[in-house]
């Protein structure tokens, strides 16, 4: 050839540094991960495709090259110089065994060599034969409850049979994160082995599940403890764990058949837990393992939302370990109709992190990769990823049948040896154990599973199992009697000292011309005269006054900082430096019990950040935690959370919550998406009775699952969001809020209507001065900004005399008394519900037979408001404006 020695051996060096780097890059797409072999699977045919890019002809190379020697420092680990044969062998055994890592796009250089350097050495997959004895035992846990319950009961169970090694991989995480200094672990896991994952990892009573399988409960304990119940692989459970000297407390949270939503609520969980009562933040205080399927792990789109919390400040938990539990088919569709990506883990390359691919049927390997996570996410708090390679057995699950839409699959299944046999066979071989020795364990497991089988109609619950210790001061669910409220006044001397704290900057801070003109004048106005409190100031005080309490405060949502309508300005941005500045922390410098306050601007995703805010209010009854919507009309981005958890959680699981939604309501003609939170949908939630008058508000407010509200003053939401705090119960709230009226000059409330003697009002009456109340020929009851335009409407009819106007400030529970009695003021009124929504929108099938009930009559009242429609409102100014007029004239005529 034309190239000289010193070219030629140039360009082969280069080579096989192009070799190398291609191994480390691609090998996973050939490594041994499937343990099925499927022929046509995506996975196939991708390492057909890198079968060829990663052979020596591809990079030029031939075998004459396999004995010459070639320097390698800096590219592999290990010796400086090595013959290409012992090179390909390494980068083989590293990266094309039964784990597959695919780690090269990760980011942090620092974590990159980490893995390479693990890789190459393979230690992580090293075992003692006491080690390897102890994966034998849990892998005959899994496997003999698995066959237990498959005899035992004929119903669906969503058993791990074909992924057993994930209970021997959960046993070394646990313990690998108990000794790395990780005091918890919150687990979200769907249906599959989720059982299996109760029993023999969280230690719960196999007594205790077969009770659930099958007595279910008595109907005193449907009211104490399992509420409305739910499938037993839904429930959650949690428990501690003691290894050597340390304890870890494991939970699993209770989950819906809606397959990843549990995401967002475990992330949430474990930042709470995270999060000291002064708001710093430990992530060695908890660690978050969510364990996903295939199909939905790339099918569902919250994942993604999710994945993008992991760095963000706010939401960050130090790095999550997410488990692939990789059937490689979602119930009846195969992996080449339910994504285009070759991998089902591929959307973890979003965050740049690592992915361990793994074969399941190899349990040494599976744990090895478990515990390099644990180790991963504790060096580099990062997220980390491990797509467990494995099959069904049975199909979806017990009584489905796959062999209708899989039959190739399932007659490959059919001839493939279960986990059990193939290890204890491999360990009998090498003589670590006897055949005699594996049927005594497993007889010792079955007779230990039928035990508990026998007792489990005398299983006991008890509904404390179900709160976490957080709620220990909580009187819990049941004793409904023990349900209190307090004061949510506060004292002259908390009201100015939070007042001053926003309007007090730093040195040299130049605060925005506008701000000084508007806010800052409005606050020293306020504490310098009587002048009224308009609503930013309000909700600023409700924050202020429960940090003094000793609360946190905590309100995320898009663009939450400032407020969607610049109302709140939480933080100041000096306009010289922008630099930021959170007024409301001044308040908390001096003392050592201490709130603390976080505005979150979120990410522009709804499902995933209430789901993460929903799941902090479980953890954590001490802290105000609300989600805001830039406008109510995005809350169903979040739908799926607020049907399955936020308005059923405390029926289905015994889950209190006290999570607070503020949601911008109220028709001012911006069009069907920027006009309504759906009210009709979370008054359609509520459990209350439409036909029970209920004078007891305390025992209203304990029954009923959500509290719906649409306020009108500033100084009512002040006392709405301090009262969510101030009980020793809690409930979801959920808040339709103004936009208009928050710079609406007659929407404003008295100083004194915060201090003593003031509290909320779940109705405001007619407070005119009427001539003579029994003159009073119509009575309407309305809620929210619609309460202006009537009173504008009324005075410009001179009306005042024969019209009265009452507010009701709380849709639900419903303020029977209250209506009562404005009802008995009016004896000669007609009884109207006003409303601007449509007439199948708003609060009209919710509070007409209610307030029928309160109605000594039991007369229905007459309904005023916008005539049936498809969409919210009119996005033609001209028709909403028709809409309003028609509607405000018939109520005056």
């Given amino acids: 050839s034309s190239m000289n020695v010193s070219e030629q051996t140039l360009s082969d060096n280069l080579a096989v540094a192009r070799l190398i780097q291609s191994y480390q890059d691609y090998g996973h797409y050939i490594a041994t991960i499937d343990p099925l072999k499927l022929k046509g699977s995506k996975l196939a045919h991708v390492q057909k495709e890198f079968a060829v890019k990663l052979h020596l002809d591809h990079f030029g190379l031939t075998k004459e090259h396999l004995e010459q020697e070639y320097y390698v420092k800096g590219l592999m680990n290990g010796s400086e110089r090595m013959n290409l044969a012992d090179i390909l062998k390494k980068l083989r055994n590293s990266y094309c065994g039964n784990v597959g890592a695919q780690f090269t796009h990760v980011y942090n250089s620092v974590a990159k060599e980490w893995i390479q350097r693990h ?94 399988f099958e007595c279910g409960t008595t109907e005193q304990d449907k009211n104490t403890v399992l509420g409305s119940g739910d499938l037993k692989y839904h429930l959650g459970t949690s428990t501690n764990r003691i290894f050597g000297d340390k304890t870890i407390h494991l939970s699993l949270t209770a989950n819906p058949s809606h397959l990843e939503v549990v995401d967002p609520v475990v992330l949430g969980k474990v930042r ?79 965050t740049g992190s690592p992915v361990f691919h793994v074969n399941g049927d190899d349990p040494e390997a599976v744990v090895g990769v478990f515990q390099l996570a644990v180790e991963y996410r504790q060096k580099f708090h990062e997220d980390v990823f ?121 040195e040299g801070f130049k605060v925005h011309p506008k701000l000084k003109e508007t806010r800052f004048a409005d606050v020293h106005k306020i504490l310098e005269t009587d002048e009224p409190v308009t609503w930013g100031i309000a909700e600023a005080v409700a924050f202020g006054s429960l940090m003094l309490e000793n609360y946190g405060v905590r309100i995320s949502g898009q663009d939450t900082e400032r407020g969607t309508f610049s109302q709140r300005h939480s933080t100041l941005y000096c306009q010289k430096t922008g630099q930021p500045f959170v007024s409301l922390r001044q308040l908390i410098k001096d003392s050592n019990e201490q709130g603390w306050f976080n505005a979150i601007n979120s990410p522009l995703a709804e499902n995933a950040i209430l789901g993460f805010e929903y799941g902090y209010s ?22 799926v959370i607020i049907d399955q958890f936020v308005s059923a959680s405390e029926d289905k699981w015994l889950r209190m919550s006290g999570i607070v939604m503020l949601l911008p309501h109220g028709y001012e003609g911006q ?11 979370f008054l359609q939630f509520c459990s209350d009775h439409s036909d029970k008058y209920e004078d007891d508000e305390v025992k209203a407010a304990t029954e009923i699952n959500l509290q719906v509200a649409n306020c009108t003053t500033p100084a009512n939401y002040f006392h709405l969001l301090r009262r969510q ?50 003159e009073v020929e119509k009575l309407f009851f309305c809620s929210g900004r619609v309460y202006y335009d009537l009173i504008e409407k009324r005075e410009d009819s001179g009306k005042e005399k024969t019209i009265a106007i009452a507010r009701v400030e709380q849709i639900a529970p419903f303020p029977f008394a209250l209506v009562r009695q404005e009802m008995d ?10 409303q601007e929504e449509h007439r199948n929108q708003g609060a009209w099938n919710y509070v007409a037979p209610r307030i029928a009930t309160s109605n000594r009559n039991n007369v229905f009242p007459k309904y005023i408001g916008r005539q049936p429609a498809a969409a919210p409102a009119s996005g033609v100014k001209a028709h909403h404006a028709q809409e309003r007029e028609e509607f405000l004239a018939e109520a005056m005529a």
């Fill in 119 to 212: 890789m190459e050495s393979q230690e992580f997959l090293q075992f003692s034969d006491e080690e390897r004895k102890q994966i034998l035992r849990h892998v005959v846990d899994a496997a003999t409850f698995g066959d237990f319950c498959a005899e035992k009961f004929d119903t669906k169970r969503f058993g791990l049979d074909g992924g057993e090694s994930f209970i021997p991989g959960m046993q070394a995480l646990v313990e690998k994160a108990c000794t790395h200094s990780v005091e918890d672990i919150v687990i979200g896991i769907a249906h599959r082995g989720r059982l299996n994952l109760m029993t023999n990892v969280l230690h719960k009573p196999a007594t205790q599940i077969f009770n659930e």
């Fill in 671 to 681: 069009g069907p998406d920027h006009s309504s939170a759906r009210l009709e949908r």
């Fill in 725 to 774: 705090m101030r009980r020793n119960f809690r409930k979801p709230l959920i808040v339709m809020t103004p936009k208009g009226l928050l710079t609406d000059s007659r929407c404003v409330s008295e100083q004194k209507d915060f201090l003593a003697g003031s509290q909320f009002q779940p109705l405001i009456p007619e407070c005119a001065t009427m001539l003579s109340e029994s």
């Fill in 386 to 506: 491990i797509d467990m390679y494995c099959y069904r057995r049975h199909g979806h699950h017990e009584l489905d049948d796959p062999v209708f839409t899989q039959p190739s699959m399932y007659h490959n299944i059919e001839d493939h040896p279960t986990l059990l046999h193939l290890y204890r066979s491999s360990l009998v071989q090498e003589e670590l154990v006897t055949e005699e020795q594996v049927e005594d364990t497993i007889n010792e497991n079955l007779s230990r599973l039928k035990s508990a089988y026998e007792k489990r109609e005398e299983y006991e619950m008890d509904s404390r199992d179900w709160l976490e210790c957080s709620w220990k001061d909580f009187p819990g669910i049941c004793p409904k009697a023990d349900a209190k409220f307090y004061d949510t006044s506060i004292e002259p001397y908390t009201f100015n000292q939070v007042l001053k704290a926003l309007v007090t900057t730093p």
């Fill in 272 to 350: 709470a837990k995270q999060t000291a009562n002064d708001g710093n933040i430990n992530f060695d205080a908890a660690l978050a393992v969510l364990v996903h399927g295939d199909a939905a792990f790339s099918g569902q789109g919250i994942v993604s939302e999710v994945i993008q919390l992991s760095k963000l400040e706010d939401f960050s938990t130090g790095g999550s370990i997410h488990i692939i539990l990789n059937n490689q088919i979602g119930f009846t569709t195969e992996s080449e109709h339910g994504r285009s990506s070759p991998y089902a883990s591929d959307i973890a390359k979003l």
């Fill in 618 to 639: 479980l953890e954590d009854p001490k802290s105000f935690v609300a989600w805001e919507a830039q406008y109510g009309d995005f809350m169903n981005g979040a739908q």
């Fill in 825 to 834: 003021r009016f004896p000669n009124a007609e009884v109207y519900w006003v």
